[in-house]
């Protein structure tokens, strides 16, 4: 059995801003006393480590992770603070091979037991291959933490776990559903144990190639391939080995792989476009449309969706649903797959859908400081958040797999608000000519009394195409500016109508998002050098909408949205197209 | 590789709310009064829906959220070593393309506790937090942290 693993949350959702309360049965003895969960609490030492890990300046990163150590001597994020200053040290001190050589020592001494310094010493050799730096010693560790796994010992081992947790849990299937599994089959711990020995022969196979010992690499590589072929390092290494051979057919397969997965190594992307180049009339020009082609054979949404019919309650309003994620973020990929999927089940005269994209919990190309913060109005901690009508819906990230599960949470309050009258009037004239935009948007009938209320505009590019470490391609609905005086919308006072004109310069907008990005990238992710494998900052004219939305600051409830598409012809007379004239 | 949905996912709602795979129980905790000074230890067992798991207290670079387990603060107690734990199973994370490890079923933490010298005699409820994500092979529920109150009795 392979077991598919939802890793969802991450350390961006550690206190995730969704009350979850989490009242405990009584209906065994000597049950814990409970009171109902709390979201935000972090423990002192994660939250300890949380800050001094996201410190940018190296030195004084390094300065607060010792600090951390010592503060928290019994935490159990000591070795990833080790592990944390080791890839400091690598990526930022490249040149202090003595200081690197003795900390990665440090850290394998530090193993309890052959099992735990067997697992250091691959991360030890993980780190200096990622800083592609002192190979020689990364290979020695990668061949320690290889011939630390013995299969006999963990089969024994994890039987007798599964004997223990069997014990643990006897008798409680009947009282609260906590039933036992099926003891795991002597063939599913070893498919576990090859699994996670594919990931160390990996290791070294890229390693050795890198020093330059292709034959070892090959067979260390063919091996793990053989045993799991999701492994998109491994995929684009051995397609460079293919290439270096010669063999143009087998290096395409493998580097398209390696590639649409979005985790594949730069070398291998190069090898990709020269190995395409050379396969075609030296030009890379068809190579974006042969991986699109390829991601849409491969990776098809597994959410299928039947139109949207109007009840006879429906209302006015144009629902907004409004999406915080990250194209380095695996458990995006479920609510992103979700929202696409709603976009087809719903027209844009129903419901509009705008990604916020963010450096979460890896750098993402398409993020910019108005969706920074957008995110940080409304408090969001975590990746994937949405909301729907300004209000979170409570739930999380998911799979690939996750999808459906994902979309049928969000069905439920996009169709309640469907049927929810709109609370004010929105007429958006808009249109798109050279390098501006302009919008001028109307807004009347507010039937709120809040003096909170606020317009905000914002310009989104309709589709991206980007192959992220998530390995979603095409990223919907992208905003790439929002407007007003301040880049946060227009105030608006309650009960009156009013107009907003709003307008912006392309070329402008282009320029901000890459010196934004240039500065990310110049800074360094949460303290660690990076290069973006690409800049989304140019924006396609020939690919816009524009977002309005009446808001409720406060209470982040919205009145009404309106979405025009500028890639259709606006409509004549008059030249209007707002979401609530249906 | 991949899993249909199990039941309890498809049984999310936004009416019911998310389900509370985790259920805690306490294992072991002083059944005498306990010193001011003197060491005890606190055993709690986390009972998990079949179908699910959450993950060890070991951290990963940008992976789930692991097991955390402290001390509330202000009250006459203090953890005085490292948190020990069942040992966790390992799997390989096809997202992440990581090992990582994670409990199913159940899972049990010792905590080795001291009584703050100088503390007040009586009884007292020792209080514990412990934060877990709970995940199928689907989605992920956000983190949830439950308190735990543990009677003890600090005597002369």
Redo the contacts between chains.
Sequence with gaps: MKKLLVTLGFTALAALAVSNANAQTNDQEKAAETTPATSREMAPDAKAYQEASRINDPNQKIEALEKFKKDFPNSASLTSADVNILSTLASRFPTQTSRIRTFAKTIVQGGKDKKEKGSLSGQVADTLLANDLLLKDAEKYARASLESLNQAEYVAEQKAQFAKRAANTSGRAGRGGRGNAQPPTDEALIKRFQDSRALRLASLGRIEFKLGKTADALKLLDEAYAVNSNQPAVAGTLGEIAAKHGDDAKALDYLLTARLTGKAPASANQALVAVYSKTHGDSAAGLEALLDAEYNKRFPNPVHVEAYRDTEKRSERLVLAEVFTGSGCPPCVGADLAFEAAMERYSRKDLAVVMYHEHVPQPDPMSNPDTQARSKYYKVTGVPTYTVDGETVKSSGGSRDGAKGIFDRIQTPIEKELDAPAEAKLTVNASAAGNSVKVAASVGDVKSDSKDLKVQILLLEKELRYSGENGIRFHPMVVRAMGGPDDDGFALTAGGAASFDQSWDLDKVSAGLKAHLDEYEATGHRGNAFKFSEKKDRIDRGNLAVVVIVQDAKTRHILQAAFVDLTLPAPQPPTSNSGNER | ???L?CAS??A???AA??P?P?????ESAPDKPVKAGARFTVK??A????GW?F?S??????????T???LA?SQPFQ?T???GA??P????????????E???????FSLPVRVTSGSETGPR?LLV?A?T?S????????????????PVTIGK
């Excluded at chain 2, 985790?22 to 306490?26: A, G």
């Excluded at chain 2, 995940?135 to 543990?150: G, R």
Aim: with cysteine; net charge negative.
């Design positions: 590789m991949k899993r949905l996912f498809a999310l709602s936004l709310g998310p509370n985790v259920t805690w129980k306490i709690l067992t009972h998990i829906l079949e798991h993950y207290m070991k951290p990963i670079e940008d992976g789930p959220i692991p955390r387990i402290w603060e953890l070593g490292t948190i069942d040992e199973q390992t799997l390989l994370d096809e997202t992440l393309h990581k090992d990582i994670l409990y199913e079923g159940s899972a049990t409820k937090n934060q994500q995940c199928n092979n689907s989605m992920c529920l956000p983190p949830t942290t439950v308190k735990l109150e543990v």
